[in-house]
């Protein structure tokens, strides 16, 4: 049995059940995922994934966890203590636990009897073989409310460019700002000249939960922008469709950007990301496609 831990936001449980996933496919074993991290998980907004896509969530039971793990590995508090490679010692046969944000060839080796996933999984390059497959779990569920259809119209209209501006926690959280950092105005500046040169007709679509930032920093100095403003709470995952639709992408350091450009399927798509994921200057030289432009 191949068992995904799911945490974090809808970007983050993007990728760790898109590597399971595949993985389960690759090796011919049963997918499950443990879900009971939520239970004491309060950012964001929970378990999104399966409520936002068609992709089928079979949530691991503590019987199958201990039997599995042994019964003293469970708790998932204590499962994210022995995630960390200085009590590797602890993790037994089947835990694998993600130490840095490097691809791992072997995992696939590693896997071959069955394991426990415990990490993000953040580069393309552990699903990419199973493209279809993952587009076809990541088929967004509901449909759009009117608003968000006429936006839609307009985006398949006109040559359309997402910008994502992400914020929010990066800035109020001290812990997270020092962690991840804020793309700075000049690589929005040097992105947006970029898609224009390249292509000029260009329509923005600014997506972002600081707006009294966008409007005071940024929307007045370029035209042909259209701010998306309306998606908030449980109904932000309607921002990462409205993306996934557009033509062209600037991403933030964020994975709910990374798979809103991720999810165009638009083979002569322009991707630019932000070259520093981190600014603690982590290696992230796997989690961007070699087909996006860092910037």
């Not at 049995?1 to 449980?13: H, K, P, S, V």
């Not at 239970?39 to 199958?64: C, S, T």
């Not at 042909?224 to 350091?253: E, P, R, W």
Request: glycine share 6%; proline share 2%.
């Amino acid at each position: 049995m191949i068992i995904g831990n799911l945490i974090g936001g809808l970007g983050n449980q993007m990728f760790q059940y898109a590597c399971a996933r595949a993985l389960a496919e690759d090796l011919n074993l049963p997918l499950k995922f443990a879900i009971d991290g939520f239970n004491i998980y309060k950012a964001h907004n929970g378990l999104e994934i399966n409520k936002v896509f068609k992709a089928h969530i079979e949530g691991v039971n503590e019987a199958e966890l201990a039997n599995y793990l042994g019964f003293w590995r469970c708790n998932p508090m204590f499962r994210q203590v022995i995630s960390n490679r200085y009590f590797s010692w602890l993790s037994g046969r089947h835990f694998i636990s993600e130490y840095n944000f490097n691809y791992q060839p072997n995992l696939t080796k590693r896997s071959a009897q069955g394991a426990y996933l415990h990490g993000y999984w953040q580069s393309e390059r552990y699903f990419s073989h199973h493209e279809k497959l993952i587009r076809s779990d990541f088929i967004f569920r509901e449909k759009m409310n009117t608003k968000n259809q006429e936006l839609a119209k307009k985006i398949c209209k006109t040559n359309s460019i997402s910008i994502h501006i992400r914020r929010g926690d990066y800035t109020t959280n001290s812990k997270t700002l020092a962690t991840h950092g804020i793309c700075s105005l000049n690589y929005y500046d040097q992105a947006i000249n970029t898609i224009l040169k390249q292509y000029p007709d260009a329509q923005f679509f600014v997506f972002s939960d600081d707006f009294e930032w966008v409007n005071e920093n940024f929307a007045s100095r370029y035209a042909n922008i259209t701010l998306v403003s309306h998606n908030k709470g449980v109904n932000s995952y309607n921002d990462m469709q409205l993306m996934s639709m557009c033509k062209h992408h600037i991403i933030a350091n964020s994975s709910f950007s990374w798979w809103g450009a991720w999810l165009n399927p638009r083979k002569d798509k322009t991707v630019i990301a932000p070259a520093h994921w981190f600014a603690d200057g982590r290696n992230t030289q796997d989690l961007i496609p070699n087909t996006w432009i860092r910037m």
